[in-house]
């Protein structure tokens, strides 16, 4: 991953993610609070749900800020790689929590399929704020994926993913109610049933990409071989092998060994080796590397 792809300092990452998640905030904050309000006085059941599941999302925020926080930490004594995967550990739980709301849907929708008669009325004004709330939410989640993608954040993805999940519900509402409106209140749990199996999909998504993230999971194919590719590059590497990463939340450790000339001074070899680190760090999202110098004939280079 080339620097000119990446322009964000690490600072700069945290800004992003603690701009985006306040936003995220205060949308929630008062949507929350209209629908919950408004569903009260339509006496729309559906209204009210909708406004407690944006509360979840409250807690996702709040996650989110605690784990960009955490994660900006220096290394210590106990945590000598840093806190990256604070943020891992984050998408886990973000991941843990689309699956229970995914569920709980689920679960909700097919009683209501069972037992028809327990949808309630709502008023036409629940039908007005379940619409303005989808288009709120649909709204923040573009903006949010918008900031996770340029600052390439897995943890910002998530949350961002999260608040879609939000907007599903209330577009699952919006349907619910217009349905009830003419006259056919199946609507609301058969569309609940689609979308829970959606948000339970997303959860198990980023649930396992975290967990396998968090058991030292390398790179794609694609960004090793551009790694190995700037390896190559730096002036006095004859070659490249063994060359192993990991995952530290969105960083990446690196380690490789690189071949250089036999003939070549301790020094000079170290000197190969602090540079070939310094141009990996420099163009990739790589946190560390750990080069080990191998020395090789230059016949034998040459003639490989």
Do not use: C
């Not at 509402?173 to 217009?178: D, N």
């Amino acid at each position: 991953m080339d620097v000119k792809n990446t322009p964000y300092t690490a600072a700069e990452r945290s800004k992003v993610a603690k701009s985006s998640t306040m936003v995220s905030v205060v949308v929630n904050i008062v949507l929350s609070t209209l629908q919950i309000a408004v569903g009260f006085f339509a006496k729309s059941q559906a209204l009210i749900a909708d406004g407690i599941h944006s509360l979840s999302d409250l807690l996702s925020d709040f996650v989110v800020l605690i784990a960009n926080h955490h994660s900006q930490k220096e290394a210590d004594e106990d945590h000598p790689y840093g806190h990256q995967r604070f943020e891992t550990a984050a998408s886990l739980f973000l991941g843990g929590i689309l699956l229970s709301v995914g569920i709980g849907m689920l679960w909700a929708s097919v009683d209501k399929i069972m037992n028809p008669e327990t949808i309630p009325d709502v008023a036409p004004i629940a039908l007005g704020i379940a619409i303005l709330t989808l288009f709120a939410k649909e709204g923040l989640f573009r903006y949010m994926l918008s900031a996770a993608k340029r600052v390439k954040s897995s943890m910002l993805v998530a949350n961002a993913w999260h608040a879609r999940s939000d907007a599903a519900s209330s577009l699952v509402v919006a349907i619910g109610i217009l349905g009830h409106l003419l006259g056919y209140k199946i609507l609301d749990p058969i569309a609940a049933l689609i979308v829970g199996l959606m948000i339970a999909r997303m959860g198990w998504r980023f649930g396992s990409e975290a967990f396998n993230d968090l058991m030292d999971r390398g790179v794609d194919e694609q960004e090793l071989q551009e790694i190995i590719r700037t390896l190559n590059s730096t002036p006095g590497v004859l070659g490249v092998h063994d060359v192993r990463t990991r995952k530290m939340g969105d960083m990446v450790m690196v380690d490789a060994h690189i071949e250089v000339d036999r003939t070549l001074t301790v020094e000079q070899g170290h000197d190969i080796a602090v540079a070939a680190r310094e141009a990996v760090m420099h163009r990739h999202r790589v946190l560390d590397l750990m080069a080990h110098v191998d020395p090789v004939d230059l016949p034998n280079v040459a003639s490989s």
